[in-house]
């Protein structure tokens, strides 16, 4: 009980709470760090440091996916009335379109399809559906993960742009995209769902 919950504030399992405070407290850490030696030239271009291993970012990735079903689901802390299978429904709709959207937009931006960007856009579809998991529909879901995919995007190009190193986009992920999240519960929550 609390003042935001009296005002109709819906955040079911934690996109603000968790992820997006903790992608700003990321935010203070990364400008406190400073940049990588190497990643800002004088000149002002920026020099990408890349993954060493795609392959094994993809395998946590996915590990990260299967447990979001605890998560979000595990959240109702019951199974029955099937309240269960549909959070676990969105939560898998958000994380397949995020992972598509940031396809489609770094296909777009950069001419090729960008295998960190598209992991991240799955991981920005599952932070992004975790407020309205239990609030929205499954094309509701759909349009929360696909457009939290894109935003992660021109999200990590934002950061980069105002020399702020974050080498896992994880300001982008939590921080960015858990407000997305948040927002987007009140634009698409479905009244027969929670």
């Known amino acids: 009980q609390g003042w935001l919950l009296d005002m109709g504030f819906v955040d079911f399992a934690g996109s603000t709470v968790v992820h997006s405070i903790g992608g700003w407290v990321g935010l203070a850490g990364a400008i406190v760090l400073g940049p990588r030696h190497g990643k800002y030239q004088s000149d002002g271009t920026i020099l990408p440091i890349f993954g060493h291993n795609m ?5 946590g990735m996915f590990l990260l996916w299967l447990g979001w079903f605890g998560f979000n689901p595990g959240s109702t802390t019951s199974v029955g009335g099937g309240d269960f299978a549909i959070i676990a429904v969105t939560t898998n709709m958000a994380a397949a379109t995020g992972a598509l959207g940031a396809t489609v937009v770094a296909w777009l931006l950069f001419r090729r399809p960008d295998v960190s960007m598209s992991i991240n856009g799955a991981l920005a579809g599952l932070v992004a559906i975790t407020a309205g998991c239990y609030n929205v529909d499954v094309m509701g879901s759909a349009i929360i993960g696909f457009i939290g995919g894109a935003i992660i995007v021109v999200s990590v190009i934002f950061f980069d742009k105002l020399r702020v190193d974050d080498p896992v986009g994880a300001i982008s ?22």
């Open 173 to 194: 992920v939590h921080g960015v995209c858990g407000a997305w999240g948040t927002l987007a519960v009140g634009l698409l929550a479905n009244p027969a769902f929670g």
């Open 55 to 59: 392959a094994m970012a993809s395998l």
